[in-house]
Structures are given as C-alpha cells and as structure tokens.
C-alpha cells in the first residue's frame, strides 16, 4: 500500500472586527489628548509666579507693613520685564518706605520704594510734590537747597534744606523731592500754599575767617 502523505493546513488568523480597531483607537487617541493635556496645564503652572502688590493705596513717605502687602499671579516672563517682586522677598519689603504714591492693586517693584532711615536729632523729613519748572533738572540727592513758598496769608518764606530723593512719577508731570530741614521750619513747610512751593539749588555757606 502506498502511503499517503496529507498536508496540514495553517490555521487562518482571525481579524479583530472594525468595531474594535475603532474602539482601542478613540481609546489611545483619548489618552493622548490627556497626556497633552496634562503637559500643556502643567508648563503654564510652571510658567506662572506670585508678586507682590499693594494691599492698599500707599502714600509717599508711608512705612510698608505686611498689612499692605498682598500676592497676584503674573506670568513668569513678565516679572523682569514688569521689575516685580517675588512673594517670596515680602520680609525684605517690610520697614521700607514708598517713595511715590502707591494705588491700590499696583506691582511694587524696588524703584517704588526707598530705605527706611530716621532723621538727626533737631531734623524732620518731609516730601513735597513740585510742578515742572518748579525744581531744577540738576538736582540731586545730597545738594543742599533753598525751599520757598508762600503761605496762606500770602507771606512769602524760605528756608534751607538738603535734598535727600527725587522721584519723577511717569506720566503725571512734576517731581516728588524729599528734603531734610530744621524742625522749626518744619511748621511753615506744612503751612505753605502746595502750588506755590519752588526748590532751587543753593551754595552752602562757607564762614568767614577770622582775622
């Protein structure tokens, strides 16, 4: 007899049905727009830091407490631009003085605030607001100065003083001048017609030599 070989055929491999393929692929495209997602919310928490801002309207000369201070979010890239300063710096905020008026909600940024420091015994510190044309260009921290004014009865007066800051508020025009003078003139300063005031530029007298 003579032997009959038979050839196994391979098992035909079956396809999963269309309705599958299309199930796994809205799966895998859902995770995908997950992960995505995730990464875009997680760069723009990374892209984000909290700055400090004035809790209250601050006036010139006022000393910073934490009770003026509050936090806001800004974009990352924006804090160099906008001279902010990190939340994390609000302990070295504290003790310093505003050199301009502060609005509610504004960024405090270093140029809005000066160093806290008591006046020489005898001495006051105060700061006037002068109009242009009402301060000389030139002026600087240090030059000694002769303040004039004219009070409510229409005196005039003046005295000496040292300016001590000049601050130039952008867009308002005029000049913010902090001036160190005697504590008895302190009284006529206060008492001076605002719009009236004028600071000029003196030289310090020199005294005379004896014979």
């Known amino acids: ?26 799966i895998l495209a859902a995770l995908g727009s997950a992960a995505v997602f995730s990464l875009v919310a997680f760069t723009n928490a990374e892209e984000r830091t909290t700055v400090l801002v004035a809790r209250q309207a601050l006036a010139a000369g006022h000393i910073v407490t934490d009770g003026d201070l509050d936090e806001q979010e800004v974009a990352a890239a924006d804090v160099a631009d906008l001279e902010a300063i990190d939340a994390d ?10 050199a301009v008026p502060v609005t509610e909600g504004a960024l405090l940024t270093e140029q809005l605030l000066g160093e806290a420091a008591l006046p020489e015994p005898g001495r006051v510190t105060a700061t006037v607001l002068l109009a242009d044309g009402r301060w000389p260009t030139a002026l600087e921290a240090g030059l000694p100065v002769t303040v004039m004014g004219v009070n409510a009865a229409g005196a005039a007066w003046q005295t000496g003083a040292v300016a001590l800051d000049i601050a130039v508020p952008e867009g308002s025009g005029g000049a913010l001048v902090s001036l160190s003078l005697t504590a008895a003139d302190a009284p006529a300063l206060a008492g001076a017609d605002p719009a009236s005031l004028m600071v000029v530029i003196s030289t310090p007298t020199v005294p005379a030599e004896g014979n």
Do not use: Q, Y
């Open 1 to 26: 007899m003579n032997a009959k070989t038979t050839s196994k055929s391979k098992p035909e491999r079956r396809r999963p049905p269309r309705r599958t393929v299309a199930l796994i692929a809205c």
């Open 89 to 98: 710096h609000a302990s070295s905020v504290v003790g310093k003085v505003v």
